[in-house]
């Protein structure tokens, strides 16, 4: 069958089976591989990708569902060359270690920022609650994901890391 | 890799188009809403249907309408929307409190209140919610609309009355004065599944006494309410004694079984404790929809 649907901005039309999962069509056959594709049951996150805005577990959606929506991956959140504030957050606050959860957070940190730009740490717990990360213990993420919501427009690359250090040893 | 075995995909634009296609199909078609319990058996081949109909255009299926002495929900009203809405927290706190631990919130965007009672896992925790709430299920097919009671709809584990050919279509709860409910669910994990869990709804009278009182248990083997505790609770004005009492019935009603989750001991203590907890917490909640009542302690 063929489905269309607009990823991190640009128009994409593809003939697949209907049993391909969105995680492959945006790895396999879009050859976005920032996506990553984990446990396959649904639990680890890390396949996470907007779906008209909205956080989705990519292993457990048809890319024939998506047919019409709007995707948005890890690809997608930087602006040219610049970096979304969360992504500038994890960079600031250590946020990753092998990386292999990071795409997923990300995208569900911007979500979250979206709809709810001054999250409550608890609240920033619960919106990545259903996402496994087996390095940092999630005190980084937390604080990456505070930084960015503390820093809505990003920051000039030569103010960081002052801003950092001063973060640090406040926290 | 888990990958479905292959099938045909069609989308529907309304009921009326998604029965015609359930019709067409016939017996090896099946329709798919939030996708995030029949997804995972398709990648599993525990489920292989020939034919995917998807239901998630119905938008028309996708409503919360306070209508005079009901609550109608929408079969494709995603559990997010249950969660955050502030019509079903005021009236039905059992549901966002079901809410709160069902899946997580990822898998909370996805999944739909009309494809969890049609999935009907006995660890499926909106199931209870809508035995006690007495909720009643609008079933639509090519002979029209049927209403269901909850005891009618639910045949079991994983079995409903929903046929092949027909969709459910809307969960209506009625809206009692002087009512309050609770839920509350112990998980291994966030994001798990029940071990155990339990729900209940309570009215009083004016004399803050209890007039209905309805408990249900989630993935211990039983799948009806617990009907024994109302003839205890019903006339009687709420204490820790009769909490007490009405866990103890829980707890011999229900029939757990030992797995990965627990063992069978476990799961009836669960059964009591959570029985008595959503009672407490439901009565006070009751409570403070009843002006000059308050509940005694111990
Ligand atoms: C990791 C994970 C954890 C979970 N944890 C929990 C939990 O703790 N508690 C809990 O209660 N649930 C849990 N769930 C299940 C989740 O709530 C599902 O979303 C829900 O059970 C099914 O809803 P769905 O819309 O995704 O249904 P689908 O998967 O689309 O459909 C399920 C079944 O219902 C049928 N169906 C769907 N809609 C209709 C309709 N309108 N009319 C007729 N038939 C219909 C389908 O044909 C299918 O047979 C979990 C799921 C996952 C993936
Ligand atoms: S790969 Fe999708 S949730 Fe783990
Ligand atoms: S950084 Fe390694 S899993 Fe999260």
Not at chain 1, 50 to 61: E, R, W
Not at chain 1, 101 to 115: E, I, Y
Not at chain 2, 130 to 145: I, M, N, Q
Not at chain 2, 153 to 182: D, K, M
Request: proline share 5%; hydrophobic share 40%.
């Amino acid at each position: 069958m063929q489905i269309s649907m607009t990823i991190n901005g640009t128009d994409v039309t593809r003939e697949i089976e209907p049993r391909v999962l969105l995680v492959h069509f945006i790895r396999d056959d879009l050859r976005l591989t920032g996506t990553h594709w984990g446990c396959d049951t649904t639990n680890c996150g890390t396949c996470v990708v907007l779906m008209d805005g909205q956080p989705v577990k990519s292993c457990t959606v048809l890319a024939a569902m998506a047919d019409g929506h709007t995707i948005t991956t890890v690809e997608g959140l930087a602006h040219g060359a610049t970096l979304d504030p969360v992504q500038q957050g994890f960079m600031e606050e250590h946020g990753l270690q092998c990386g292999f959860c990071t795409p997923g957070m990300m995208l569900t940190a911007r979500a979250l920022l979206d709809h709810n730009p001054h999250p409550e740490p608890l609240e920033i717990r619960e919106a990545i609650s259903g996402q496994i990360c087996r390095c940092t213990g999630y005190a980084t993420i937390v604080r990456s994901i505070q930084w960015a919501a503390e820093h809505p427009a990003g920051a000039a690359p030569e103010t960081t890391t002052s801003e950092s250090t001063e973060h640090e040893v406040h926290a | 890799m888990q990958i479905p075995a292959p099938f045909d995909y069609v989308r529907a634009s309304s009921v009326d188009n998604a029965l015609a296609l359930l019709d067409r199909h016939g017996a090896e078609s099946r329709v798919v809403a939030g996708g995030h319990s029949l997804l995972p058996m398709m990648k599993l081949r525990l489920a292989r249907p020939d034919w995917l109909i998807d239901i998630n255009d119905l938008y028309e299926l996708d409503y919360l309408l306070v209508d005079g002495p009901v609550l109608r929900i929408g079969a494709m009203t995603r559990h997010t929307t249950l969660l955050e809405s502030d019509d079903v927290r005021r009236l039905f706190p059992i549901i966002t409190d079901a809410e709160h631990v069902i899946a997580d919130p990822i898998v909370r965007n996805r999944g739909t209140i009309g494809g969890s009672l049609c999935q009907a896992d006995p660890a499926e925790d909106l199931s209870t919610v809508c035995h006690v709430l007495d909720a009643v299920a609008v079933v639509r097919g090519p002979a029209g609309e049927r209403m269901l009671s909850m005891a009618e709809f639910h045949r079991g584990p994983y079995e409903t009355a929903v046929a092949q050919n027909e969709l459910l279509i809307e969960v209506r709860v009625p809206i009692r004065a002087g009512s309050g409910s609770a839920y509350e669910k112990v998980e291994r994990r966030v994001g798990d599944w029940a071990v155990a869990a339990a729900g209940a709804s309570v009215t009083l009278a004016a004399d803050g006494t209890i007039s209905k009182a309805t408990v249900g248990l989630t993935a211990v083997g039983l799948d009806r309410n617990v009907t024994e505790v109302e003839a205890v609770l019903v006339g009687q004005v709420p204490t820790e004694q009769l909490f007490a009492e009405a866990g103890q019935l829980a707890a011999d009603a229900c029939d757990p079984l030992a797995d990965q989750r627990g063992p069978i001991d476990y799961k009836r203590h669960l059964a009591d404790e959570l029985t008595r907890r959503v009672l407490r917490v439901a009565c006070s909640r009751a409570a403070a929809s009843v002006p000059d009542v308050t509940i005694q302690e111990g």
